[in-house]
């Protein structure tokens, strides 16, 4: 099929940030686009060649858009994936698959199937109800402390506790959930993994990710993770060996941990472009949103290697501040060496909402890291 | 004044290539654009907020354009400099100024302000009327060969021709025109300068330009010029007075010759983003798309260093192929290290018309200009 013809339409699950990221490139490639969103405000309305208004998880508006398009990707985990397998039954591509979405859409599945794969993951107990915690505590099969998440996606931190004592458990969703052991992990990495149709793969470098306390968001990314070359190696395996499981096509975001004793355990997965590859857009020879593209169009991936080390931090909605959004003192760290904001063109701001990040690119990745922190001092997400 | 919010609006008069470029930056910034272009297919027609249909050389189109929006820059030179200065009188902020357009517009008076103003050019006679020329060759103040220039801008290598005989002033077109000296040069090399209104400046790297035999179009610009830092010295001095003279905010790219005896030379100027530039999007900290957007709007200027040599290959249409564009082994070129596509949109071909560029980035400028090659040799811009 000849993508670079307007015969061709691509179709994106989605209109927030990462597909505003993803089109940069489709304009870039001058591919053909339509996007569908549930809100008229969606950052990518605008960049795509269509935009159809409808709701993700509705089975008929996800089929109706897949038919008219020749190549179906996402954004976004939370879309209609029965919708999905239908348009796969006759003949449409759809990437990431139906299947690999049912695989992580659900917490409770995404952990049995790491299971079930041999993949090392932190051990964990399902439960349908939240309720039946208390019950395994009681019989002590459960001990604190433990992390409760939800099967259900939670963003911006939502849908993961920290569960140190039985008060910890009240007012928590009522849904399915699972228990999963508390890691004592020395840091957590990622590894994004690239896959084409004919089976192409590639790896970008590991990388660092540093969490808010509190928020339980990404708050720096590191590329490369300042970790040894045995360390990195390994992490890198466990993420081909999950990208092997999945037989995804397309982009896999793999999240891990590094246990105190140097174990890497699978956190979690997204089968799609990933905060923790933001920082290619600048640092890499090839953006992890132009390299999603190619995968999904079954094109030769791109060099992944790193033209200069990169941190990214992810601008948050501050505290205290719900309203239409001001970036206050965005001109100061643009005064910053080598830093790039990237605003996502989101109006309405609310504490840790994802509004937008920086890139950071140095040859020296700590002089990196130190301006960084400087970024995070400096700029603030604010209501005016 | 608030770039970053809503109340902001910056204009684009011309919705070519270099403004679809430019709109990849104001969305990153979340920056809120108007666009004005004659041609409903124009290239930035998606991803700016507004599209207005308008001839650019029309005073009252450009001035009702620039009447609402806060600042008013250009992608193309050909636009009603009246209307802009116009507007400035209001106290619109036009970058570049009408002042500055004015002086290159006319190739004539960009000629006589290089004279001027004590900056090295290439000597030449101006005309009214190509018919001129004969009288003068007639009483000896001019001979064979020189450059005949068109005073009024050309485009893809149009308005330039090498004049050696008598035969080859026949059918030149009749206006205003210019003949200058043919310059043995070893090189043409070209310096882009940032500038924002509190006067900051920076240069990118010199660049080496190679042009194509024929279509006297840039075949390959090559970042950094491979040239000897005493030369780039020279060159950057040169490129730094020409952009004091015009006191230019934006960009202002400055085309050099690099003569047998070593001497610089300024060929011609643009005050905006440049072909000579395109290769930053991928080899520099900051792209000249994004630096001309903090430029006029008076935001700190970015890092111009370059992450990796960079080479930058014009993809323009084949001889004899005019009709419905096709890139003829684009998927193959795409296998090459670090190579990346751009593809303006342009649903046309015709022979050396500006279809779009690639660029090649690698740690070894060697290695990028063999790769270059290859994509030279393989992808071809046909009609089908």
């Not at 355990?265 to 990933?274: D, G, S, W």
Request: hydrophobic share 40%.
């Amino acid at each position: 099929m000849n993508y670079f013809s307007s015969d061709f339409k691509l179709g994106i699950l989605g209109g927030g940030q990462l597909g505003k990221m993803l089109l940069n490139n489709t304009r870039k490639f001058d591919i053909y686009t339509s996007v569908l969103d549930a809100s008229e405000e969606a950052p990518s309305k605008i960049a795509c060649n269509e935009f159809h208004l409808g709701d993700l998880m509705d089975y008929q508006s996800v089929y109706n858009f897949g038919k008219h398009v020749d190549v179906l990707t996402i954004e976004i985990e939370n879309v209609n994936v029965d919708a999905l397998e239908a348009l796969e039954k006759e003949g449409k591509k759809v990437f990431p698959s139906s299947k690999t979405l049912r695989a992580i859409q659900n917490k409770a599945t995404q952990k049995l199937f790491y299971r079930d794969n041999n993949i090392p993951t932190a051990n964990f107990m399902r439960f349908a109800y939240a309720s039946e915690i208390k019950d395994a505590i009681e019989n002590e099969s459960l001990a604190f402390p433990f992390v409760w998440k939800s099967a259900q996606f939670g963003y911006d931190g939502n849908g993961v506790k920290i569960i140190r004592s039985i008060n910890d458990l009240n007012d928590l969703p009522k849904g399915e959930c699972i228990a999963e052991d508390m890691i004592p992990f020395k840091n957590e990495l990622a590894v994004i993994v690239a896959r084409n149709e004919n089976g192409a793969i590639a790896t970008y470098p590991v990388v660092e990710m540093e969490f808010h306390p509190e928020a339980n968001q990404v708050e720096y990314v590191i590329c490369p993770a300042r970790i040894n070359n045995e360390i990195a190696t390994k992490a890198t395996e466990v993420a081909l060996k999950v990208s092997k499981a999945f037989n995804h096509v397309g982009l896999l975001a793999v999240e891990l941990f590094l246990t105190q004793t140097d174990e890497i355990l699978v956190n979690e997965v997204a089968p799609r472009p990933h905060n923790s590859g933001h920082h290619t857009i600048e640092s890499s020879y090839t953006s992890q949103f132009e390299q999603h593209i190619r995968a999904i169009l079954n094109l030769p991936l791109g060099n992944t290697n790193t033209k200069a080390a990169g941190v990214m931090v992810n601008l948050v909605g501050a505290e205290n501040h719900t309203g239409n959004v001001h970036y206050q003192n965005i001109e100061t760290i643009m005064k910053f060496e080598g830093v790039t904001p990237h605003i996502y063109g989101k109006k309405q701001t609310r504490p840790f909402r994802k509004m937008g990040h920086v890139t950071i690119v140095n040859k020296d990745i700590n002089k990196a890291r130190e301006i960084a922190e400087e970024v995070k001092n400096t700029i603030k997400v604010i209501s005016n």
